[in-house]
């Protein structure tokens, strides 16, 4: 897949669904459409309004124990 990030209205319009779908599944964060040479309009994906950034990572950690007692392994960093 060539790398288009800027593309020419004409371009635009042969490649509509291919970038259309590219951009829907992240393959590109997204598309500037020019005309004759100037940026025109940009073609981004929809926020999802459950991927937010704050707490996207919930629940996929797991934690066993006390994680304020020492683990007991020795580091390298202290040995000096």
Not at 23 to 43: D, F, S, W
Not at 48 to 59: K, M, N, Q, T
Request: charged share 30%.
């Amino acid at each position: 897949m060539e790398d288009l990030t800027q593309v020419a209205a004409t371009q635009f319009k042969a490649k509509c669904h291919e970038l259309l779908k590219d951009v829907h599944e992240r393959k590109r964060n997204c598309v500037v459409i020019t005309k004759r040479g100037k940026p025109y309009a940009k073609l981004v994906p929809i926020e999802d309004e459950e991927a937010a950034f704050y707490g996207c990572l919930a629940g996929l950690a797991t934690y066993s124990g006390d994680l304020t007692e020492p683990t007991g392994d020795d580091w390298e960093a202290l040995q000096d």
